[in-house]
């Protein structure tokens, strides 16, 4: 055994960062109480900061959950970006990098879902625990393979779904939020009751997406990393700017999508290929 002399400080902060995220999302998410009891009720519109992480509102934690999610991403992102701007890459940081995974996009996203089908759970509790622990369990298979193959596969193609696919889960809590607080959607509980029965469906097939073959592509490293056009450039900005206009609806469509299309279209090149075969 070769004990580890030193490690790199910055990029071990951004990893941290994704677990420390991870978990106070857990921690928020347990704060939901079930269904029936005074604590589901809505509350207000909240003001001060304090208000905002200190509230009880079911739907406002649903969002402050998905929410440290999605920052845990944002340090995910990073971090490998770090170590290689640094040139401070190691084994350490990878496998440390995969340990705060299975957590912010694993356990997090999994104890999230629970708690944003209050209904599904009281109808078929053993159903949608059971798959929450698919759902963790596939993001820990997942990156465990990567961990293992990482050196053989290309880094600008993904074989299967990133275990940060838990964005879909948090995105759609986060648009609950605004269609329950901000907007006031009108037909806001039937939203919910499709919602509730369908998000543990989705949550399968996301599971089994990330311990697929199917080939993603990685967003950051084809639209960021070396040098593009200045057409591209101008429609990465025009693109954000979308994004933070209509960031509640656009995120959502977006983390379902990357999910979506790749596999759609594996699904139909694997089709088109056996009925060619076939037809020879």
């Known amino acids: 055994m070769k004990p580890v002399r030193a490690i790199a400080v910055l990029p071990t902060l951004f990893t941290l960062g994704n677990l420390v995220c991870g978990f106070f999302a857990i921690v928020v998410a347990s704060r939901i109480a079930k269904p029936g009891t005074l604590a589901m ?25 998905g929410a440290l999610i999605f920052l845990a991403m ?8 770090v170590a290689r701007i640094t040139r ?3 084994d350490f940081g990878g496998q440390l990098d995969s340990l705060c995974d299975v957590v912010s996009f694993g356990v997090a996203p999994a104890i999230l879902l629970v708690k944003m089908c209050p209904q599904f759970t009281s109808l078929h509790s053993e159903a949608v625990w059971a798959i929450a622990a698919l759902f963790a369990c596939c993001a820990a298979l997942r990156l465990a393979r990567y961990n293992v193959e990482t050196d053989e596969s290309d880094h600008g193609v993904f074989a299967g779904l990133p ?15 605004t269609l329950r ?4 959607f009108d037909d806001f509980a039937g939203y919910d009751w499709w919602l509730q029965r369908l998000l543990p469906l989705f949550a ?3 599971a089994l997406l990330m311990v697929s073959r199917v080939p993603y592509p990685h967003a950051f490293t084809q639209l960021l990393r070396g040098k593009k056009s200045f057409s ?3 429609v990465i900005m025009f693109t954000l700017i979308v994004l933070l206009t209509v960031r509640w609806y656009a995120i959502p469509i977006l983390c379902w999508a990357y999910t979506a299309v790749p596999a759609i279209r594996h699904g139909w090149m694997l089709a088109r290929a056996k009925g060619q075969a076939v037809s020879h």
């Open 88 to 90: 401070t890459t190691s």
């Open 163 to 177: 275990s940060p696919a838990a964005a879909v889960i948090a995105s759609t809590a986060m648009l609950s939020y």
């Open 181 to 184: 607080k901000e907007i006031n």
């Open 232 to 234: 591209h450039v101008v």
């Open 204 to 206: 399968v097939a996301v």
């Open 41 to 65: 009720e809505p509350s207000p519109l909240l003001g001060s900061p304090r208000e905002l992480i200190a509230s009880v509102d079911p739907t406002h934690n649903l969002m402050l959950c």
């Open 74 to 81: 944002l340090f995910d992102t990073f971090d490998g970006h």
